[in-house]
């Protein structure tokens, strides 16, 4: 047995080392690329930083069609032992996803009514599908090994800052960021293949099974159109905006999310610690889940509104400090957007819960249900309040979605509601993120 075997043979972590893990390597992570965003803005201006984002939203599009609910699939049957070669399966199957969608992409650049450097950018990040298909991140996830996304996370974006540095220095470079991301997203990528191979010999190889293929994408559908619709809600504001706003209301806004973000780090650890955790209980331990659950939900209270508040209190200053003056003008929309961080790391964990219970027919419901409430109002609310009402319509379509998981959740796992709306941590919590007990 190799020292990595053997490493990775060893007992899962504490939640707690986990967490230290992911929040280590993700606020490191996301530190290095805030400041790549800062550098990025600054440089490129306000007009190309609002394209650049524009771009990459529409491609975020086109990578959650590739990925299509895979990952989450994938976590959740090697958390529960259900293997199958799924990881064969999946890398292939997602490349096969990731060419197709690279070619509506491109179909979309191409006709696509809008500058030249819009295309351009959208060809060229498009090119992250086929990086992102050979990722496996989700292996690690399910397995629980968090040091390893942590330090997969920081590759990527150390490696991205450097580049952007060395290559980005006025506003006609712009082509140069995404080709920069591009190639920090594939150090990271190429580091997590390597240690695969590391522990597992010889036993990565693309697969073409097209009854496993079938089969997969059917037990993957609702969670596939569940991600498409809270891609396509998290990035709507921008995406309406680059069509009926100006170059200006897009360039604002776009700094306003990229703040809103970086906070958003505590319900991406969030994501990587509950899915798996949450999947191996409730087929091992589904008794204790609804003490689990109020353990969770007053840490991600906790957490959550300490942000929320201090943001409430000094918007203006940090976009000033963080942004310059250009960017100012943000300060109340930034008041509205922050408010969505607790609502959507609540929305995470109450849906872990359905997805771990197979019900995952009704998340895609309540998630269908909130963002087509933020479809219908944001344009309604733009008239009056220009990207203000764009910002309001976001957090009353995720406070749709969070209330509606919540009451789903409740159903089955049956926890109290007053006590997991305490945002206090007791030593009930801190015993349980030490040593994994409830």
Known sequence: ???????????????????????????????????????????????????????????????????????????????????????????????????????????????????????????????????????????????????????????????????????????????KVPISYLFGQGIGTGFLLILYTKIKPGSLRLTFHLRQFKNLFFSALPLGTINILQVFYTYFGIILLGFIGTPQELGIYSAMYRLLFFTLIIDRVAHFLLLPLISSSYTTHFSKLPKLFVILSRIILFTTLSIVLIVLIIPSPLISVLFGKDYIEGGNLLRILVLFLPLTTLSTLYATGLIAGNREKLLLINTLIGTVINMLISPLLYIGLKGLGIGLAFIIGEFVITSLNLSACRKEIRFSLRQSLIPFITRQEIEFLRRREL
């Open 1 to 175: 047995m190799t020292n990595y075997q053997a490493t990775f043979a060893q007992p899962r972590p504490s939640p707690f080392k986990n967490a230290i893990y992911l929040f280590g390597g993700e606020i490191l992570a996301h530190l290095l690329g805030f400041i790549a965003t800062l550098y990025c803005a600054q440089k490129v201006g306000v007009i190309n930083f609002g394209w650049i984002n524009f771009s990459l939203s529409l491609v975020s599009y086109g990578l959650i069609l590739a990925n299509f609910g895979l990952l989450t699939l994938g976590v959740k049957r090697l958390s529960q032992h259900q293997e199958e070669n799924i990881t064969d399966n999946l890398l292939s199957l997602r490349l096969i996803l990731a060419v197709f969608v690279f070619l509506i992409l491109a179909i979309i650049a191409t006709f696509l009514r809008k500058p030249p450097v819009v295309k351009n950018l959208l060809y060229l990040y498009s090119l992250f599908l086929f990086i992102n298909a050979f990722s496996l991140e989700w292996f690690f996830q399910a397995k629980e090994r968090m040091e390893y996304i942590g330090i997969t996370r920081v590759l990527m974006s150390l490696s991205y800052l450097i580049l952007l540095l060395i290559f980005v220095q006025n506003t006609g470079d712009y082509l």
